[in-house]
């Protein structure tokens, strides 16, 4: 056997093992803005994709392969019981489904969720058990909480994100006007993309940041994107509508049309 050939098969070994330790966990829901999917200490990379469906659809990684002394015993978590096989603990309580990552910090992994796209999203992470969130698709109200960056994309809202050190980024399909929009960062940018012709009422504040726009805000010179400085406006937009909060300490803000 020569070396590229000796080369495959260690390659073949290794993903092999890789692949015994993802695994897939699906839980069966109803499509409605009534339930609530609520994902909690997901460490590594998140990405959650609405879909047209009545399945949660789990699949995931912990980073490492298994042991060979390990075949035929289950792994034991320090934070509880793995009742799903893809290292998390499920809960449901009436209409609301509670996903926690058992996985300690340190641990290398990711996850990716296919999610009907009409329920509510709650995302929660601690301050070093996670990496990016990724959430698209989704046409209900989602909620996040994270340390690292937020991008969604063809989202509806209504939306509450927050994060310490990441950058927002958000592209709206359209607005969902039944709930008020609130966005907030302490140290990185806010960039917002929305349909031009939603009518909204837009409060933004920033501390030591700037704020940009091509939106029609009563205020300073006329630019492809007008900058406003620090400190805080409010504006009527199209005549005034969902209530949008955009809030940074020390990132730029952007509010683009789209």
């Excluded at 699949?59 to 290292?87: E, F, H, I, M, Q």
């Excluded at 509806?156 to 994060?163: H, I």
């Amino acid at each position: 056997m020569n070396v590229a050939k000796i080369g495959l098969a260690i390659g073949a070994m290794l993903l092999t093992s890789h692949v015994l330790h993802a695994q897939e966990y699906k839980i069966q829901v109803s499509n409605s803005a009534s339930t609530e999917l609520e994902l909690k200490d997901f460490i590594g990379e998140l990405t959650v994709t609405g879909y047209n469906g009545n399945e949660i659809i789990v699949a995931g990684s912990d980073g490492t392969s298994l042991p060979d002394k390990a075949r035929g015993l289950k792994r034991v978590y320090p934070g509880g019981k793995d009742n799903t096989g893809a290292g998390l603990f499920q809960t449901k309580t009436d209409n609301k489904i509670s996903l926690e990552c058992l996985l300690p910090m340190g641990h290398e992994g990711s996850y990716t969720l296919k999610v009907p796209n009409n329920l509510k999203l709650t995302i929660d992470r601690k301050c070093g058990q996670g990496d990016q969130v990724n959430v698209s698709g989704m046409t209900s109200e989602v909620d996040i909480t994270n340390c690292q960056d937020i991008t969604l994309n063809n989202v509806s809202g209504p939306l509450v994100l927050n994060s310490i050190s990441g950058e927002i980024k958000v592209v709206f399909a359209q607005v969902n006007k039944d709930k008020p929009i609130n966005i907030a960062s302490i140290s990185g940018d806010i960039d917002v993309t929305i349909p031009a012709s939603t009518p909204m009422s837009l409060e933004m504040s920033n501390l030591s940041g700037n704020m940009f726009s091509d939106f029609d805000i009563p205020s300073q010179k006329k630019e492809d994107m007008r900058r406003v400085g620090g400190g805080s406006i409010q504006a009527t937009i199209n005549g005034g509508g969902v209530p949008i909060k955009l809030h940074n300490i020390s990132g730029n803000i952007y509010l683009r049309k789209g």
